[in-house]
């Protein structure tokens, strides 16, 4: 069992930056991030795997960067130019299987953290 810590939510006006955190407590070979706002599905965000280049939401590309700490087991978010639409809670997710592609679909993944919400006002 692996459980996952996020951090590094808050509120932050349209064009601002936050970074989230999730610490691991063991390793895994994928690993990625989703949200969820109020009334909408779950969706993915970035995710990052044992192959080829991170997956990213077309609505994220070039303002959203995922990054891993294989050393610290600890995953990152860097969000820029922050949008309302942005607004939902983050989940940090985790997954055992080895894959180089569909980082993003949620079924792949085996473990969630308790979320931290991202509020971005306009």
């Known amino acids: 069992q692996v459980q996952l810590v996020e951090s590094g939510g808050g509120s932050v006006q349209a064009g601002g930056s936050l970074k989230l955190s999730c610490a691991a407590s063991?390793?895994?070979?994928?690993m990625g991030w989703f949200r969820q706002a109020p009334g909408n599905q779950r969706e993915g965000v970035a995710g990052?795997?044992?192959?080829?280049?991170?997956s990213y939401a077309d609505s994220v590309k070039g303002r959203f960067t995922i990054a891993k700490d294989s050393v610290k087991n600890t995953l990152y978010l860097q969000m820029n130019s922050l949008k309302p639409e942005d607004t939902a809670m983050y989940y940090c997710?985790?997954?055992?299987?080895?894959?180089?592609?569909?980082?993003?679909?949620?079924?792949?993944?085996?473990?969630w953290g308790q979320g931290t919400q991202v509020t971005v006002s306009s």
């Open positions: 063991g390793y895994t070979p994928l």
């Open positions: 997710a985790a997954g055992r299987r080895l894959l180089r592609s569909g980082y993003l679909t949620s079924d792949w993944y085996d473990y």
């Open positions: 990052i795997g044992t192959g080829g280049n991170p």
